[in-house]
């Protein structure tokens, strides 16, 4: 048995590891000094983050189901 992923579903899980990666290194500085597009970066980061998951949702590969 061969598994085959499409490219597509492969393409945005590794964008949304990106934002997520690129989400969880601005978190940090909300608590720190007051930089006004830091809320903007964080909020636009999260929402992407959060878009890209739903899609990888829709579009993730079926389960196989054992045949006995």
């Known amino acids: 048995m061969t598994r ?3 490219p ?3 393409g945005l899980f590794i964008a949304m590891a ?3 990666s690129a989400l969880i290194l601005t978190l940090p500085a909300l608590f720190g000094s007051y930089e ?3 809320f903007w970066l964080t909020v636009g980061l999260g ?3 959060a878009i890209l ?3 990888l949702i829709l579009l993730r ?4 189901t054992p045949t006995s």
Do not use: D, I, L, Y
């Open 47 to 49: 929402g992407a983050t």
């Open 4 to 6: 085959k992923t499409s």
């Open 18 to 20: 990106v934002m997520a």
């Open 8 to 10: 597509v579903f492969m």
């Open 36 to 38: 006004p597009h830091q």
């Open 53 to 55: 998951a739903v899609a």
């Open 61 to 64: 590969p079926p389960r196989n």
